[in-house]
């Protein structure tokens, strides 16, 4: 049996309902349309079957596939909604509030069990993270303790369960990251992996798919270098078997973004002062592939990990990168221009960009691309509304088989758009001369498209220092014998000399030039003393 198309879910100022996934792109009739702008939060469950909203008055729970109401709660406050990874409990929460007088108000997090088939849960609490066992919440199964623990992160997938931890550093002892595997803490040898950095006021921890390694990312508030506005990021490698490394970015400046491949055997960074490079990196952080540098800020494997997009999202102008990750061939380049969103379908065939507000409130709405670069389904909010949030409904790994990649466009109903181009600004008095095509950056292409150097590589900062060494003793030599042997000098070069040779007199150096000269200048006073 073929698997279901997924559904879109879309919520703005025209209230909240469904649409077809590709090819159709109609109104879903699983979904009764809540009309009105009072949806503030929906989520599906992690395997797509179960929809949780609000609609302002209350929190209803519904099985997508057979259109049943499951559950509704009275929270008209709630604003974020999220299940667990089994789909067994739903938390709400919503802002905490005080009465008039001063007395503590009711709690603001709830938990509620829509089935019973979770494991573990777990918070943190004052240099302690506490375990919850089988929706059991009276009752702590295993505490971690570390001194000014700041923050966790569960392994995703099925037991053994790991956890890493995050320390910032005090007083010149440094920040660091450890592994644990659940429900070992005791014991100075429990940790599965520590990493030490200085360097770092706060950090994101990747798990990969397969809680076999975790990618960290440190972070300073504050560059000490000048160097960047943003602080410095640095991004380590820890592995559950003990390892654990630096990785090396060969550009220096901010690190965007960076991702894990579904298949946990390979990362994609993308980091440096703009245009940016996008690297990928296997197990032993050595670079697998150099994509070069472009206007991106953002990686994103498709589900079955064989397609990477690279995008230039937020200042940039929604330029897009496509490709095939296991050939390394480059699919197509389409522009999403103003896009504040990214997803692919669970499909792994279709991408999703959107504009939407509150970050930009003009020109809102969605489009629906193949990977071609064909646009397939487009929807323009009208001038007087916003979209608020769009999204995929999610599918378990497996659902869609990995299917063959295409670099020929797919075939649309859609029209083309040509993407705008802002012209730069041009003072009044070079407004009627000719424009020169210059530019701030020189892009760096991929490896894999990088002309031959041949024999002609450039030489390295030392080797050019000796090369320029050697030319000024050969010219100091030269300008000895043309005053020892007059006639030498007045003998005409050959005629094959190239023309951008250095001269004999100079080295191309200015300093070394200057010691040529003073050179000479002594010699002439001493020989007329």
């Given at each position: 049996?073929?698997?279901?198309?997924?559904?879109?879910?879309?919520?703005?100022?025209?209230?909240?309902?469904?649409?077809?996934?590709?090819?159709?792109?109609?109104?879903?009739?699983?979904?009764?349309?809540?009309?009105?702008?009072?949806?503030?939060?929906?989520?599906?469950?992690?395997?797509?079957?179960?929809?949780?909203?609000?609609?302002?008055?209350?929190?209803?729970?519904?099985?997508?596939?057979?259109?049943?109401?499951?559950?509704?709660?009275?929270?008209?406050?709630?604003?974020?909604?999220?299940?667990?990874?089994?789909?067994?409990?739903?938390?709400?929460?919503?802002?905490?509030?005080?009465?008039?007088?001063?007395?503590?108000?009711?709690?603001?997090?709830?938990?509620?069990?829509?089935?019973?088939?979770?494991?573990?849960?777990?918070?943190?609490?004052?240099?302690?993270?506490?375990?919850?066992?089988?929706?059991?919440?009276?009752?702590?199964?295993?505490?971690?303790?570390?001194?000014?623990?700041?923050?966790?992160?569960?392994?995703?997938?099925?037991?053994?369960?790991?956890?890493?931890?995050?320390?910032?550093?005090?007083?010149?002892?440094?920040?660091?990251?450890?592994?644990?595997?659940?429900?070992?803490?005791?014991?100075?040898?429990?940790?599965?992996?520590?990493?030490?950095?200085?360097?770092?006021?706060?950090?994101?921890?990747?798990?990969?798919?397969?809680?076999?390694?975790?990618?960290?990312?440190?972070?300073?508030?504050?560059?000490?270098?000048?160097?960047?506005?943003?602080?410095?990021?640095?991004?380590?490698?820890?592995?559950a078997n003990g390892e654990s490394a630096v990785v090396q970015l060969p550009k220096n400046g901010p690190i965007y973004d960076v991702v894990w491949n579904s298949s946990s055997t390979e990362f994609c960074a993308v980091y440096g002062f703009m245009p940016a490079k996008a690297t990928i990196f296997n197990l032993k952080c050595d670079p697998v592939f150099d994509f070069g540098t472009g206007p991106r800020n953002a990686a994103y494997y498709s589900p079955h990990g064989h397609i990477l997009v690279l995008a230039g999202f937020g200042n940039l102008r929604g330029q897009m990168e496509v490709w095939d990750v296991k050939n390394y061939k480059l699919i197509s380049k389409p522009v999403a221009s103003d896009s504040t969103y990214f997803a692919w379908c669970p499909d792994g065939e279709h991408i999703l960009t959107a504009t939407c507000a509150p970050r930009l409130r003009v020109n809102n709405g969605y489009k629906i691309w193949h990977y071609t670069g064909s646009v397939l389904h487009k929807y323009d909010v009208p001038s007087n509304g916003e979209l608020w949030q769009v999204s995929w409904q999610p599918f378990l790994d497996g659902i869609f088989p990995v299917k063959a990649i295409t670099y020929q466009a797919v075939p649309s109903d859609v029209p083309s758009e040509?993407?705008?181009?802002?012209?730069?600004?041009?003072?009044?008095?070079?407004?009627?001369?000719?424009?020169?095509?210059?530019?701030?950056?020189?892009?760096?292409?991929?490896?894999?498209?990088?002309?031959?150097?041949?024999?002609?590589?450039p030489l390295s900062k030392t080797a050019l220092k000796n090369q320029r060494k050697h030319e000024a003793k050969k010219a100091a030599k030269q300008e000895a014998r043309n005053e020892k042997s007059p006639d030498l000098a007045t003998t005409p070069a050959p005629q094959s000399t190239p023309r951008n040779t250095v001269s004999q007199s100079t080295s191309g150096d200015p300093e070394i030039d200057k010691k040529i000269k003073n050179l000479k200048k002594n010699k002439q006073q001493l020989g007329n003393s």
């Open positions: 049996m073929a698997p279901s198309t997924p559904l879109l879910t879309v919520r703005g100022s025209e209230g909240l309902y469904m649409v077809n996934g590709p090819p159709h792109f109609t109104e879903s009739t699983l979904f009764p349309r809540e009309s009105g702008k009072n949806c503030k939060v929906y989520t599906f469950s992690k395997d797509g079957t179960l929809f949780a909203w609000g609609n302002g008055e209350k929190i209803n729970v519904t099985n997508v596939t057979n259109k049943g109401l499951l559950h509704s709660f009275d929270l008209p406050k709630a604003v974020c909604l999220e299940f667990s990874p089994k789909n067994t409990v739903l938390a709400t929460w919503q802002p905490y509030t005080t009465s008039k007088d001063g007395t503590a108000g009711i709690p603001n997090l709830q938990l509620y069990d829509v089935k019973t088939d979770e494991t573990v849960c777990a918070r943190n609490v004052n240099n302690e993270v506490h375990f919850f066992e089988n929706n059991n919440f009276n009752t702590i199964a295993n505490k971690l303790h570390l001194q000014k623990i700041n923050d966790f992160v569960l392994s995703p997938g099925p037991q053994p369960y790991k956890v890493a931890v995050y320390v910032p550093g005090s007083k010149g002892a440094p920040s660091f990251v450890r592994l644990y595997q659940y429900p070992n803490f005791d014991g100075p040898h429990a940790a599965l992996a520590n990493k030490s950095f200085f360097k770092a006021d706060k950090v994101t921890m990747l798990w990969n798919k397969k809680a076999t390694a975790v990618l960290v990312i440190a972070s300073t508030d504050v560059d000490k270098t000048g160097a960047s506005y943003y602080g410095e990021q640095t991004l380590h490698y820890i592995a040509e993407p705008k181009v802002a012209t730069a600004y041009r003072p009044p008095a070079l407004r009627n001369k000719p424009v020169t095509n210059s530019k701030l950056h020189e892009e760096e292409p991929p490896q894999n498209m990088k002309p031959q150097a041949g024999n002609d590589k």
